[in-house]
């Protein structure tokens, strides 16, 4: 199975944490949107999208690359975020990106978010909330979440 993850980490590191571990566990490798072509998806069977939240939304360099992509028949995907607040059930900020993916022809399997060290204002002032995050329960649920997508798709494979 041909997996890569595609991650725009940029304020501490944290989303990248994240996809280590996921690229670990999937044997992918881990790139940013400016690193890979798009018609290298193409070859692959899942590919992760992730990136921080800001604003409650995915960062614009991930956003763009997903837009930029052509419709056309794909493999799976899943995505990923680390964000200083929880995913709100009454609107969930992986839902467009998840629906962005759809129409770009991924069958999205899963979905995956954690907590994470935020200095986005206005807690700049005091130093930041989640320090410590993510921690190794979130690098752990990062992992069992891939290993539930891994074996999902070669399931289906």
Known sequence: MKVMIVCASVSHGN????????????????VEPEQVDPAELAACDLVGFGSGI????????????????????????????TSGFPEARFQPFTRPLVGA??????EVA?????????TYLPFK???????????????SAARTFAEGV??????RS
């Open 150 to 155: 891994r074996d999902r798709i070669d399931v």
């Open 15 to 30: 989303t990248k944490k994240v996809a280590d571990v996921m690229g670990e566990v999937l044997r992918a490798r881990v």
């Open 110 to 118: 899963g979905t995956f978010s954690c907590r994470a060290f935020d």
């Open 101 to 106: 993916l759809e129409r770009k022809g991924f």
């Open 125 to 139: 002032p005091v130093g930041g909330i989640r320090k410590g995050r993510p921690d190794a329960d979130d690098l």
């Open 54 to 81: 800001f604003l409650r939304a995915f960062h614009p360099r991930l956003r763009d690359f997903v837009e930029g992509l052509a419709v056309e028949s794909r493999g799976s995907a899943f995505v990923f975020a």
